[in-house]
Nanobody
Framework: QVQLVESGGGLVQTGGSLRLSCAIPQTTFSINTIGWYRQAPGKQREMVAQIHGGDKTDYADSVKGRFTISRDAAVRTVFLQMNSLKPEDTATYYC?????????????WGQGTQVTVSS
């Protein structure tokens, strides 16, 4: 079973920066999509950023121009660089990896890391 481990969350003031990391163990399936999601209290989990189809990237409108998703060449670590943070960015952030082998599709999530932005 794939186990993802997020790190890098913490408390930061408005306008500050954080970089989240997600360690990805070697998988027995081909990874098609890697991404970051977040969930704030009382709200649904939402997609923040993802990489798919090789190097294509997608971002939520609320984070465009402020957040950047990236990965290392071996796809062993995925990052989320967060700049110009706002209080509304406060949430638990989750790493996600999706892919497939010749038999089935896979979808794995990390345990989450807390990001709190103070005003």
């Amino acid at each position: 079973q794939v186990q993802l481990v997020e790190s890098g969350g913490g408390l930061v003031q408005t306008g500050g920066s954080l970089r989240l990391s997600c360690a990805i163990p070697q998988t027995t399936f081909s990874i098609n999509t890697i991404g970051w999601y977040r969930q704030a209290p009382g709200k649904q989990r939402e997609m923040v950023a993802q990489i798919h189809g090789g190097d294509k990237t997608d971002y939520a409108d609320s984070v465009k121009g402020r957040f950047t998703i990236s990965r290392d060449a071996a796809v062993r670590t995925v990052f989320l660089q967060m700049n110009s943070l706002k209080p509304e960015d406060t949430a638990t952030y989750y790493c996600n990896v999706a892919g497939r082998d010749f038999q089935r599709e896979y979808n794995y999530w990390g345990q989450g890391t807390q990001v709190t932005v103070s005003s």
